[in-house]
Structures are given as structure tokens and as C-alpha cells.
């Protein structure tokens, strides 16, 4: 799979093997998404243990890559399907860039678009790509994640970081 690579803008400039951008860690399109249901609460994926980094971390709802010549939102809805059996309406609340190095020698550099959800129906997860999910209310989160860090995927406590007002208005 190839995904896009980018200036520091978020402009294209081509496109690379998946594992080799992470291999070399070049800058390439990325999304995240989040999904609340009507109490409030975001939905939380926990990352198979079989991916080639952060398996078996907490994570949320969805992350991926837009294939090229794929809009980012029309990526973020497939995956979304892929991973978590299910689509909702999504809207795109910000963006961030970050870089991160894992102990495989694989480095994730992404221009990341974050999108916002909300849904209330069934959940039926790809085992390939997902271990387990729940809902959790953010308060209830963001105290897990003062006493357990190591639980969450680097890009997800960014996000969480970057964007306290992300979970505001649900």
C-alpha cells in the first residue's frame, strides 16, 4: 500500500510504500478520528497486537492513511467501515503534525487530520485490525491516562494534549 507524502503545508508531493515512509520517516498524510455517542462518552479501539507498531495500545476510535488520489474524508469513512463495522457523519476539527520514533526503527511522521463523530449504534470490529473496544466517559480518560501512559498510542495522547477542547460539546 502507498500512501501520501507531504510538505510541512500539508501539500502533496508524492507518494511512497507504506513501510518504507515509515522505514525513512517521511512526512505523509494521516487522519484520526473520534467518535462520541449520545452520553458523551468517545469510543476507544485497542490496537491488535499484530500491527507493525503501538499494537495492543489504546488508541482512538480510528487512524489510518488516505490511499493516493483518495480525499481524506472519503479515507476516513472507509476505514472507519473497515475497522469498526460502522459510518457515521464526520467533521474535520483540526489537524496536527507530530513525529514520534518506536524501538522497531519505524517512525510514524504524519500530518494528521482530526475528525469528530457521534454515533450510538452496533459495533462490530475487524479482529484484524482491532482487539477490543469500549466506551469511555473523557473525564474517566483523561485521569487513565495521568496514571497509565504507556496504555495509549503516542499519536492518540498528541491529540489529547494538543486539543484539550476536542472533547468539549459532547
Known amino acids: 500500500m502507498k500512501v ?3 510538505d510541512e503545508n500539508d ?11 515509515h522505514r525513512e520517516g517521511k512526512l505523509h498524510r494521516a487522519f484520526s478520528i473520534f467518535v462520541f455517542n449520545s452520553k458523551g462518552q468517545l469510543l476507544l479501539q ?32 472507509r476505514r472507519l467501515k473497515e475497522e469498526m463495522g ?4 464526520l467533521k474535520e ?8 520514533e518506536f524501538e522497531n526503527e519505524l517512525t510514524e511522521y ?30 474517566d480518560l483523561i485521569a ?4 497509565n501512559p504507556k496504555k495509549y498510542t503516542f499519536w492518540f495522547l498528541e491529540c489529547c494534549k494538543r486539543m484539550p477542547d476536542l472533547f468539549s460539546g459532547y
Not at 57 to 74: F, I, Q, V, Y
Not at 86 to 89: A, I, N, T, V
Not at 111 to 139: A, C, L, M, R, S
Open 110 to 139: 504524519e500530518f494528521d487530520h482530526i475528525f469528530t463523530g457521534k454515533f450510538n449504534g452496533e459495533i462490530k470490529i475487524n479482529k484484524g485490525e482491532v482487539e477490543e473496544f469500549k466506551w469511555i466517559y473523557p473525564d
Open 46 to 77: 485497542k490496537r491488535s497486537p499484530k500491527k507493525y507498531h503501538s499494537g495492543g495500545l489504546w488508541s482512538n476510535t480510528c487512524c489510518s492513511h488516505p490511499r493516493p488520489g483518495e480525499k481524506t474524508l472519503a479515507a476516513a469513512h
Open 86 to 89: 460502522f459510518d457515521c457523519d
Open 144 to 147: 487513565d491516562i495521568k496514571k
Open 93 to 100: 476539527v483540526s489537524t496536527l503534525r507530530y513525529k514520534v
Open 4 to 6: 501520501i507524502l507531504v
Open 11 to 21: 501539500k502533496e508531493i508524492g507518494t511512497e510504500f507504506k513501510i518504507k515512509t
